[in-house]
């Protein structure tokens, strides 16, 4: 089925030692999404990718990057982690901008930091 | 982007409807209503969405007021599986520094019991 992959589905990453996941889908949207979800919080939003144009959410701090090489994937680079980020990852993509059109997303990947 | 207020938590019986409320009351008139399920350590999962008219897919029933100025969430035959965090999100159709980001509020936490 066509879907949202995020990969691995667990991470257990040092503290300060440059992490990367990634996200991948088959459904063929122009937009990507990545939001972060600490414990018993709503998702909030990171960045997004319009196609290759990236939007940066104005609170989101300078430690997380954001790569999309291709329309499929999209990776999330968390520079130095601290034990602050260790959260659920989400990706989720959505065809276009409207509003008509629903959010797919992925099942995250729930980073730890030691 | 208008703020909602959804009560934080709820419980149900199994094979009872669920009736999720959210209120709305500065909602603008090119606002849909969202609704978003996010079972534990899983990515949120589209349900419904309105504009104004009540609509049914196969998996709830969204009825919003006549002022538009709240809306309800119907689960007719609440099962186990239905135990999430249900979010209400306000989006507008287009225009501003929101168009087209889901943004999650804090969503009520659905507990269906046998």
């Known amino acids: 089925d066509a879907m949202v992959i995020q990969n691995p589905r667990y991470q257990v990453t040092q503290f300060g030692k440059p992490v990367t996941l990634s996200c991948s889908q088959t459904?063929?949207?122009?937009?990507m999404y990545w939001y972060q979800q600490k414990s018993s919080q709503a998702p909030k939003l990171l960045f997004h990718?319009?196609?290759?144009?990236?939007?940066n959410e104005a609170d989101t701090p300078d430690n997380f990057q954001s790569r999309r090489p291709n329309t499929s994937f999209c990776f999330l680079d968390i520079r130095s982690p601290g034990l602050g980020d260790a959260a659920m990852y989400l990706c989720?993509?959505?065809?276009?901008?409207?509003?008509?059109?629903?959010?797919?997303f992925g099942s995250g990947t729930r980073l730890t930091v030691v | 982007d208008a703020k909602t207020t959804q009560p934080p938590s709820m419980d149900c019986a199994e094979g009872r409807a669920a009736n999720l409320p959210c209120n709305h009351s500065?909602?603008?008139?090119?606002?849909?209503v969202y609704w978003y399920r996010q079972i534990h350590s899983q990515g949120p999962q589209y349900i419904i969405h309105?504009?104004?008219n009540n609509e049914t897919n196969e998996m709830a029933s969204l009825i919003i007021t006549e002022d538009r100025k709240s809306s309800t969430l119907i689960l007719p035959h609440a099962t186990l599986r239905d135990t999430a965090v249900y979010y209400c999100?306000?989006?507008?159709?287009?225009?501003?520094?929101?168009?087209?980001?889901?943004?999650f509020g804090q969503g009520t936490i659905l507990t269906v019991h046998p």
């Open positions: 990718y319009y196609d290759k144009d990236f939007n």
């Open positions: 500065t909602i603008s008139g090119n606002e849909y």
């Open positions: 999100i306000a989006l507008p159709e287009g225009g501003g520094t929101s168009y087209g980001k889901l943004t």
């Open positions: 309105g504009l104004k």
């Open positions: 459904l063929n949207h122009n937009v």
């Open positions: 989720a993509t959505s065809r276009e901008y409207f509003v008509t059109i629903g959010y797919t």
